[in-house]
């Protein structure tokens, strides 16, 4: 294992691996629709106003032209940051004690990078703050396709398809909050026959009425797992495969810094014998909201 010192440290093969497999895995997004090549800075994605169609031209008969028009909506970088102070004395500790402290600090940056896409793409949410970046104007919430949950969680998701179809588009994919996993899991019929008794409790749900599916608290917006904080959003469906365009444009290297005040806590590194463990990422992404409904509680 490489001596730790300030400056650029690699991980192990096998962390390095466990990070971006879980980061892929912690996230709905990550899960439902797929991770695209990005360049650094702004990427411009081609669209048009219209589909193009085909035309059958009979011998020396004369062509037209579509009357549909290539636009473009730029995918924007966001840089995402991942911070843990710990004490000095894992640089001098045995290397298996180390390997422990970068192990569990690679879980805990797995699941926040990974909550920081879906946070970020949905609701413009800061995780370390929970307030909205009210710079940003591209992300899934503002789509005005809207479904208030009724007293059949599964006619409240086909009302929000219905949505989503009847504007053109392909629902691929759907992002549960687990309490509306649950509402769905626990469904009964009226003899008390459970409606869909292969979700168990609903943790864990993959698909649902033939749908990809993934579950996470960050569907109600919540910055953590233990957090209050709730947006009231229940589901997310729509165009996962094509309606989110998404890449890490920048792999995110592994920093432990000995000194000065890198968190800006006013509490100097070597002077209270810390270290800080820092990851960073750099996302790109661009949501098409209109190809998205959402399920909340009334009110919202």
Not at 247 to 265: I, K, M, S, W
Request: hydrophobic share 35%; aromatic share 10%; charged share 25%.
């Amino acid at each position: 294992m490489a001596t730790l010192v300030s400056g650029d440290l690699h991980f192990p093969t096998d962390v390095a691996d466990g990070i971006v497999e879980k980061a892929k895995t912690g996230s709905t997004i990550a899960a439902l629709s797929g991770q695209e090549p990005q360049r650094f800075g702004n990427v411009d994605i081609i669209t048009f106003d219209d589909d193009l169609t085909a035309e059958f031209v009979e011998e020396s008969g004369a062509k037209s032209s579509d009357d549909a028009k290539p636009a473009f909506v730029t995918a924007v970088p966001h840089k995402a940051v991942v911070q843990m102070r710990t004490s000095d004395e894992f640089k001098w500790a045995d290397e298996d004690y180390r390997l422990g402290i970068l192990n569990r600090y690679a879980d805990k940056c797995s699941l926040a990078l990974a909550r920081a896409l879906d946070l970020g793409l949905y609701y413009r949410i800061n995780p370390r703050t929970g307030n909205e970046v009210t710079s940003w104007t591209n992300y899934l919430n503002t789509t005005t396709k809207r479904v208030e949950i009724g007293d059949n969680a599964d006619i409240d998701f086909e009302t929000a398809a219905g949505l989503v179809i009847g504007a053109g588009y392909g629902v691929n994919g759907v992002a549960f909050d687990p309490q509306y996993a649950w509402t769905l899991s626990t469904a009964r019929y009226s003899d008390g026959r459970k409606k869909y008794p292969e979700l168990g409790l609903g943790s864990g749900i993959s698909n649902f009425e033939g749908i990809n599916a993934a579950v996470s608290t960050t569907v109600s917006g919540k910055p953590t797992d233990g957090s209050s904080a709730d947006n009231d959003v229940r589901g997310i469906l729509g165009n996962f495969q094509s309606g989110i365009r998404w890449g890490v444009q920048r792999q995110f290297p592994f920093r432990v810094l000995e000194y000065g005040d890198p968190d800006n806590t006013g509490r100097d590194l070597a002077g209270h014998n810390e270290v800080l463990l820092r990851a960073e990422i750099v996302y790109g992404w661009y949501v098409f909201a209109d190809q998205f409904a959402v399920i909340e509680n009334a009110g919202e």
